[in-house]
C-alpha cells in the first residue's frame, strides 16, 4: 500500500482483557518496528523484525506482550490481560532494509485505553 | 546502550529562528533523524544526517558532530504551524535499531 496501516485506530478494552493490534507496512519494506507513546511522552522502542532474522524483543516490558510477522507483511502486536498501565498510542513503522535516508514510515498508530 | 538528551520544552515567535538541541550517547552509530510529531498525530520524517555538517532543507536544517555526540535542528523563518513535538533518533550500527529521544515540544506564538 502506499502507507503503513495499523488497526484498529482506537480500542478501549477491559483491564484483564487480551488485544490484538494489527500493521500493515508498506509493501517491499523489510524491516517493522513497534513503538510505544505514553500521552506527552517521547517514543519507547518495542520489538523490531527485519526479513528472515529472528526479531528484537529487547523492549518487550513484560511476557504479556508479543508479536508475530509473517514474512515481509503483516504484523500483530498482542497484549494479554492488558492492565490499565498499557494504555498509550502503539506505533508501527516500516523501512526498507537498513532504513539509509529515507527514514521510517510510521502509521497512524492505535490508541488503546484500558479501563 | 544508547542515550539520547534533548530539551522538553521550547517556545520561540513566529518568523524568528529555534534551534533544538539533540546529544547521545551511544556504542555505535549509524545515523541520526529528526522527526516532527503533531500533537495526535504520527511522526513524520524531517531530516538524516549520517556524516558531520549542515544538510539544509528549505526551512529546515539539521546538523551532525559525530565526535560530539551532538546534533541540532535548525528552524527558520518559523510558522505557527511549526507548533509541534520534534524527536532525535539515533539508529544503533549493530542492530539497526532506531532509538528516540523524548522529543522536544516547540511552541511558536504570534
Known amino acids: 500500500g502506499a502507507g503503513v496501516s495499523q488497526s484498529p485506530s482506537n480500542k478501549v478494552t477491559e483491564k484483564g482483557k487480551d488485544v490484538e493490534l494489527r500493521c500493515d507496512p508498506i509493501?517491499?519494506?523489510?524491516?517493522l518496528y513497534w513503538y510505544r507513546q505514553r500521552l506527552g511522552q517521547g517514543l519507547e522502542f518495542l520489538i523490531y523484525?527485519?526479513?528472515?532474522?529472528?526479531?528484537?524483543k529487547s523492549g518487550l516490558p513484560s511476557d504479556r506482550f508479543s508479536a508475530e510477522r509473517t514474512g515481509e507483511s503483516v504484523s500483530t502486536l498482542t497484549i494479554q490481560r492488558t492492565q490499565q498501565e498499557d494504555s498509550a498510542v502503539y506505533l508501527c513503522a516500516s523501512s526498507l532494509a537498513g532504513g539509509a535516508g529515507y527514514g521510517y514510515t510510521f502509521g497512524s498508530g492505535t490508541r488503546l485505553t484500558v479501563v | 546502550g544508547q542515550n539520547i538528551d534533548q530539551p522538553t520544552e521550547m517556545t520561540a515567535t513566529e518568523g524568528a529562528i529555534v534551534q533544538i538541541n539533540c546529544t547521545y550517547q551511544t556504542s555505535g552509530f549509524n545515523g541520526l533523524f529528526w522527526y516532527q510529531q503533531h500533537a495526535g498525530e504520527a511522526p513524520t520524517f524531517l531530516s538524516y544526517?549520517?556524516?558531520?555538517g549542515l544538510e539544509e532543507k528549505g526551512r529546515f536544517s539539521s546538523f551532525l558532530s559525530r565526535s560530539k555526540g551532538y546534533s541540532y535542528l535548525l528552524l527558520k523563518e518559523l510558522q505557527m504551524k511549526d507548533s509541534a513535538s520534534y524527536l532525535c533518533a539515533v539508529r544503533d550500527w549493530e542492530t539497526d535499531k532506531l532509538i528516540f529521544g523524548t522529543g522536544t515540544r516547540l511552541q511558536v506564538f504570534p
Open positions: 523484525f527485519q526479513g528472515n532474522s529472528a526479531p528484537d
Open positions: 544526517n549520517v556524516l558531520d
Open positions: 509493501s517491499g519494506h523489510t524491516a
